[in-house]
């Protein structure tokens, strides 16, 4: 979903850049509290990953493909603010050293990318672990579906970009069908991706998972007390 | 947000467990190794098997004409640009070379961030004021999470 440039007229480049930077600022502040002795030399792995993986474009038809995004995975695996700052330096290589993605785009791709994807991601891995058993074994459905609306969430707001800033004179419904109508394919693969490696990283190491951490202290409660419903009961009173 | 180490201490039923999490299972160090390996696996070989169609994005604008309203990146000279390396024929070694680069350069920015948002951490855990960056916004509750936080993950470093 690179944008590359000319696709936005300047005004449009310049707010989402003030909105990238402002993510990034404030990410830089809050990540902080997100890096411990775990994450801290998992994030740069995070972000490497990330790279590799959106370089296995996987075909959805048509003769149209897709990649991985993984603002999602990120904020699962190393949380919500040091995800933003993984994507942005993906998102940064891959601008400056690769062609993949315009240059006075890179604000609009470090904020449907790197910024909508880790919000949407992140609060709907939340949202989604509340209607699941409180165990490790629920982060990798939770990452499905987070990952799987993430996508067409920020094709969705592709879209509202170019409705305010865009450089040709197009059908806007019929552009909003299509992007959206491909982003769901491709929601799909991003929620495999993202499943399966929270899934296989929450069997080797919960505890590497942050997303994953409060599912651990309540099955950390359960296994040492003899009865673990009323061990639940003292904890949710 | 409720994460083990910010509940109230003084249960030790409660922080045992968060301390016995970090020994389970393979180390951190071992975890990274082997994370590594897959990356560098996935962007040297598998990514020469990737799909070349379009991505969504590209199609959708081939499809509903504005793809020539793009233009070329000002970095499409680049040694890498297209995720191939200029002067490599080959081009399953063009996409590795460039594939593994880029891990290289993600895999140390990533690390470097991580590193400095760290450091910043420590100097405002000393109470410093080196650089005139006050830093009060929330300078005592995130000081006074931090120690909590190394306490808390102090277990893990004796590895």
Redo the contacts between chains.
Sequence with gaps: MHVPDGFLDAPTSIATGAVAATAVAVSLRRARRELDDKTAPLTGLVAAFVFAVQMLNFPVGAGTSGHLLGGALAAILVGPWTAVLCMTVVLLVQGLFFADGGITALGTNITLMGVVTVVVGWALFRLTLRFLPRRPASAAPAAFVAALVSVPVAALCFVGLYAVGGTADISLKAVFAAMVGWHVLIGLGEAAITALTVGSVIAVRPDLVHGARPLIAARELTVRKPRPLVTKGDRSA | M????D?PEGRP??RA??G???R???R??V??VV??L???A??GG??YY????????N???E????AS????????H??????GVRGITDGRASTAV??V???A???????????A??R??RRGDHGGDHDGDHNDDHGAP?AT??AA?DA??AP??RQ
């Design positions: 409720s994460r083990p180490e509940r039923e409660d467990p968060a016995e999490t970090g389970r299972g393979p951190t160090r975890i990274v994370g590594l897959v990356v560098l996935l962007a598998v990514s990737a799909s070349a169609s379009p991505d969504g994005l199609k959708v604008a499809d509903h004409g504005f309203t793009a233009k070329d990146s000002p970095t499409r680049s040694p890498f640009a297209g995720y460039a594939g680069a880029g891990v350069i993600v895999l140390a920015l990533g690390t470097g961030v991580a590193l948002v760290r910043r951490d995130s999470m931090a936080q808390s993950a893990d470093r």
